[in-house]
């Protein structure tokens, strides 16, 4: 009986009410956060919304399919452009994501010691180098002794830019990686090297190829290293030796230009640049989770 009543008084005893002054300030808290997420995507989707307005009404099929015309001529296009900042591209990921990628596992695996610490300051100190100093070192390093512009250069100093933001975003996500998963490895007599590429970088994939697209979206948009490194063509070119036009150098001349056809140009280049940003990153981010690239 004792236990009866104890069992129906725990029943009928209800919760006291939450205090009205926490749930105002739970209130308030609430509302200011989302003013400040408001606050930070009206810029942004202002930008996209004025953007998509200006781009797709100056977009059509002579912008996608021909070179420029000569100066003050109507017409013409970026075609070249366009390949030219994708081949560009890929000159970059192909240096830039190998050295970032293998910067960042020494650093989780094996930089717990002096010379990691100058890399991570390193890297750290190159995010925050403004471009054009990335560009007038890239023309310093590539280009005089090149003696010519060329989109190897460019690749360079767009690879340069890259591999900060890979390695310390690579070395974060293996630390992120259980050490339980290392020790099992080493247990069953797996070599550290194998541990390391087989099952810890696996692990951390879908995070390392995160903070590879970020740096690759970042890169992308990038004019101000093209302009000492790869300089701009009116023509097609896919040789690594020579100038090579850009979608970033493009827009860059169009935009200063005094002739309207180049400034409604200049719009429609801007839009494809970010949607072709845009799409590369979403197709990369659902290959990852599909399980393309994804964890055994």
Known sequence: MPETATIKS???HTVPKIA????????????????TVILVLAPLVAIFAYLIYRGVGSLNWAFLTQTPKPVGEAGGGMANAIVGSAFILALASIIGVPVGVGAGIYLAEFGRNRFGDIIRFTADVLNG???IVIGIVAYAIVVLSQKHFSAL???VALAIMMIPTITRTTEEMLLL????LREAAYGLGIPRWRTTL???LRTATSGVITGIMLAFARVAGETAPLLFTAFGNQFWNLKVTEPTAALPLQIYTYALSPYDDWHRQAWAGAFVLIVLIVTSVAAVRFAVRRGTFGAA
């Open 10 to 12: 725990s029943a009928t």
């Open 20 to 35: 009205l002054r926490r749930r105002i300030t739970d209130h308030v808290m609430t509302g200011a956060a989302v003013l």
């Open 129 to 131: 180098v403004p471009s």
């Open 153 to 155: 250069a460019g690749g």
């Open 177 to 180: 990686v259980p050490q339980a």
């Open 198 to 200: 087989s099952i810890t």
